[in-house]
């Protein structure tokens, strides 16, 4: 009798945070695990070397560098089961000092990249009969944040990009739901100054951020062989802070 392969999961921004988590707690799962990622190579070195997790390099924001990233991961791992769309950036600033480059840069690579992604993996997925699809939003997605215009709109954007799509792939077996954050300990959320941060933990109420592990604990969830009932849902893990 044949052997079911391993599945194979790509993770955009996969090498730091909430990315390098996931990595970990799928390869920790089982799964044959890659890491894309796009500006620091030295880190995306030292964290294979870590890990043992392979790193392809390209911009999310970049169509056709979407679809030739996922043809050379695949030409070397197999074809892409998972897809955790992870990778995202800031620009804050209010809107009327807002660039309108800060504003490109992040629907570009927020929510855009979830679409360039998706878009180079999903038809496979669908004639495999199988896939799952996990793309990071946020809480400030769901209830906005001052400064950040741009980021909750890409955030929330994933929402609805989420449930649409999870309607086209639900009669072939293909899965795509998102994961809504709250505040977590990463780089992004430790370079908020000191007395903000301090502030945002305040409000939190179990008293303190998330940590990167207990975020890829609920996408290792989500992108189970037995999760396949779950498909055009939000998982909210802010520890209180937003309910309903």
């Known amino acids: 009798m044949a052997t079911q392969r391993q599945r194979v999961a790509l993770v955009t921004g996969g090498t730091t945070g909430i990315g390098a988590a996931t990595c970990a707690a799928l390869a920790a799962a089982g799964y044959t695990v890659a890491a894309n990622f796009c500006g620091n190579a030295d880190r995306a070195r030292d964290f294979t070397n870590r890990t043992g997790v392979p790193t392809w390099q390209w911009s999310i924001a970049d169509h056709d560098a979407c679809r030739t990233g996922v043809r050379t991961v695949e030409a070397a791992l197999g074809p892409i089961d998972i897809l955790v769309n992870n990778a995202g950036i800031t620009r804050d600033a209010s809107l009327a000092k807002m660039a309108p480059e800060a504003w490109r840069d ?125 498909t055009g849902a939000t998982l909210d893990v802010n520890g209180g802070q937003r309910m309903g």
């Open 106 to 230: 992040v629907i570009d690579t927020n929510l855009s990249g979830c679409f360039n992604m998706a878009h180079a993996v999903f038809a496979d997925m669908r004639a495999r009969k199988w896939g799952r699809i996990v793309s990071i939003s946020s809480i400030n997605g769901e209830t906005g944040q001052f400064g950040q215009t741009n980021y909750a709109a890409s955030k929330a954007g994933i929402l609805g990009f989420t449930r649409a799509l999870a309607l086209e792939g639900a009669r072939d077996g293909v899965t795509v739901n998102a994961v809504a954050p709250g505040y977590t300990d990463t780089d992004m959320v430790q370079a908020v100054p000191p007395d903000v941060l301090a502030g945002i933990v305040a409000r939190i109420p179990v008293g303190r951020l998330a940590m990167p592990a207990e975020i890829a604990r609920c996408i290792t969830f989500l992108v189970a062989e037995d999760s396949g009932f779950i």
